[in-house]
């Protein structure tokens, strides 16, 4: 026995543990504005924070000792802490590709499941998206959003072979998973002259992306149904998959509905969570989320499905060329990435 290693994964399962309970006390922050109060604030204390906030000051005391201790807040001296500008960031501005705090919401509403996808484990039976704890869903979107408002119009549909002409002049766009409709919204506010369908299997996030919409004045232009990636109907020039495809039953399927519903020179586009193509691409802390998030969510809820490809969020380019082209599609190729995405175009 090596005592070392041994006190060595000692000492890093001990900081997973205060990482896993300070994940509860990031969406608690997250919940009561406490970040957002402290946002640009200065050292406060904890009594100053919860008149501020309107909470308890020795709950809050507490809350700030746990958030140094994790790093997220620093000790100012005596009972005063500070949240630093460049934490506030990623834990307060949702306009900021680095902003991380939606993570957090559908982490803790993850592990909700844990007793049935232990169940699972020893049945293999799936356990569907509309199943789990209804945080998920509005998790998903805030972890997600940030990235694609920082790159979606600016990056990735410029990057795509001709389509963005396409859009600009006026084009029939469907993003399939649409879930809360983030994506969808915000190509229809940079595009005006196009139309977009969002089509998810789940009828309450359908209902909330309707609502969204309506919020954003764009009902004119974006119809949201319920609906799933082998069933839609109508003809499209872009057809999407938003950190999706790896989701479903049958992604072979899906894409050979997409193939079918395109135009001749129409275009999919595929943007999926960042992932190497060998378990040792992904031995990091990005994979290591991806990896976890999809044995809670994604490969359970495939398994749920017809088929029950399990994917994988950590599916990687190959493997998803390989599904793209068992659809019917010709090419696929990356047009883009980032740390957490990658865009892949794909050509009937």
């Known amino acids: 026995m090596d005592e070392t290693k041994l006190m060595t994964f000692v000492g890093k399962a001990v900081g997973d543990l205060g990482a896993l309970v300070n994940g509860a006390l990031v969406v608690i922050g997250d919940r009561l ?8 604030a200065g050292p406060v204390t904890a009594a100053e924070l919860a008149g ?4 308890t000051e020795r709950y809050v005391r507490e809350w700030l000792s746990a958030q140094a201790a994790q790093g997220y807040l620093e000790h100012a001296g005596g009972d005063r802490f500070e949240l630093p500008d460049e934490h506030a960031v990623a ?79 006026g084009a029939r766009v469907a993003d399939v998973g649409c879930g809360y409709g983030a994506s969808t919204i915000l190509m229809a506010e940079a595009y005006p002259q196009s139309t977009f369908v969002g089509i ?35 003809h499209f020039d872009l057809v999407c998959f938003f950190d999706s495809l790896h989701d479903m039953g049958d992604p072979v399927g899906a894409c050979a509905r997409v193939h079918d519903a395109l135009e ?31 044995t809670l969510l994604c490969t359970p809820n495939s398994l749920a499905d017809e088929v029950g490809a399990a994917l994988g969020a ?35």
């Open 33 to 40: 504005g406490l970040y957002r109060a402290m946002a640009g």
């Open 264 to 294: 001749p020179d129409g275009t999919l586009m595929l943007v999926e969570p960042f992932a190497g193509d060998r378990v040792e691409d992904n031995l990091n802390p990005v994979g290591a989320a991806y990896y976890a998030f999809s």
């Open 91 to 169: 834990l307060t501005d949702e306009t900021s590709p680095a902003c991380v705090v939606g993570g957090f919401e559908l982490g803790l509403a993850s592990v909700h499941a844990t007793d049935q996808l232990t169940e699972a484990f020893r049945t293999g039976a799936g356990m569907g998206w509309g199943q789990h704890h209804h945080d998920v869903f509005e998790g998903c979107e805030r972890f997600f959003r940030p990235g694609y408002r920082a790159s979606l119009v600016s990056t990735w549909l410029p990057a795509l072979d001709g389509v963005e002409a396409k859009l600009q002049a």
């Open 314 to 348: 950590q599916a990687g380019q190959a493997r998803l060329a390989e599904t793209v082209a068992s659809g019917g599609f010709s090419s696929c190729t990356r047009v883009a990435e980032t740390p957490f995405n990658i865009v892949l175009e794909a050509r009937p």
């Open 52 to 55: 501020r906030t309107g909470t």
């Open 200 to 234: 998810d299997p789940h009828p309450p996030s359908v209902e909330a992306a309707r609502a969204q919409a309506e919020v954003a004045g764009l009902g004119d232009r974006i119809t949201f149904e319920v609906g799933t990636a082998k069933t839609f109907d109508g």
